[in-house]
T-cell receptor, first 116, second 112 residues
Framework: ETGVTQSPTHLIKTRGQQVTLRCSSQ?????VSWYQQALGQGPQFIFQ???????GRGNFPPRFSGLQFPNYSSELNVNALELDDSALYLC???????????????FGPGTRLTVL | QQPVQSPQAVILREGEDAVINCSSS?????VHWYRQKHGEAPVFLMI?????EQKGHEKISASFNEKKQQSSLYLTASQLSYSGTYFC?????????????FGKGTKLTVNP
């Protein structure tokens, strides 16, 4: 148990639709990162938020966006869904600002998104 | 640049040892190790920092060779609970902020 929760557990959408995934971080963790994990692959960094501001972004298009709220919850929004967006989406919270180099990331159980 | 893990998969009997390797083409400041069981979230195992500091809390050890840009995870006297996919993550600076880049994983199966 990492204290990080995500909802929903599973989601099925059709191509072109929009989706919002939610994450609740550990209390006191000001940093949240979102990852996309395709089948058989390692997690790929989407972006990170620190105190409600985007603090770094991976190689994902602008249709992937996020929000972080003061109550340690956050959202990942994906517009204009494509078939390749089908994956497990993980959020991870951590204590320190900005840098994962020395900081443990606590992952949530993920949301399995299927795009048809 | 994604770190390269080897082997891709390993099958052990309970009590046997295993080594999982992680190498990068870039200079590393830290290496993170996580284990993920099927259908579950990755779970933190340890962080190895440049300069030799190691942070972890499980009965698993690891090494970090900064010159070779490599890390190895040592699983001794494996237990059934060690089964899962092991990922190493290396830090990368992008756009002024750091991110973790994960390898493709090593699937470990421990049989009775």
């Amino acid at each position: 148990e990492t204290g990080v929760t995500q909802s929903p557990t599973h989601l099925i959408k059709t191509r072109g639709q929009q989706v919002t995934l939610r994450c609740s971080s550990q209390s006191g963790h000001n940093t949240v990162s979102w990852y996309q994990q395709a089948l058989g692959q390692g997690p790929q960094f989407i972006f990170q938020y620190y105190r409600e501001e985007e603090n770094g972004r991976g190689n994902f298009p602008p249709r992937f966006s996020g929000l972080q709220f003061p109550n340690y919850s956050s959202e990942l929004n994906v517009n204009a869904l494509e078939l390749d967006d089908s994956a497990l989406y993980l959020c991870a919270s951590s204590l320190k600002a900005g840098g994962p180099s020395t900081d443990t990331q606590y992952f949530g159980p993920g949301t399995r998104l299927t795009v048809l | 640049q994604q770190p390269v893990q080897s082997p891709q998969a390993v099958i052990l009997r309970e009590g046997e040892d295993a080594v999982i390797n992680c190498s990068s083409s870039k200079a590393l400041y830290s290496v993170h190790w996580y284990r993920q069981k099927h259908g579950e979230a990755p779970v933190f195992l340890m962080i190895l920092l440049k300069g030799g500091e190691q942070k972890g809390h499980e009965k698993i050890s690891a090494s970090f060779n900064e010159k070779k840009q490599q890390s190895s995870l040592y699983l001794t006297a494996s237990q059934l609970s060690y089964s899962g996919t092991y990922f190493c993550g290396t830090d990368e600076l992008q756009g002024g902020s750091e991110k973790l880049v994960f390898g493709k994983g090593t699937k470990l199966t421990v049989n009775p």
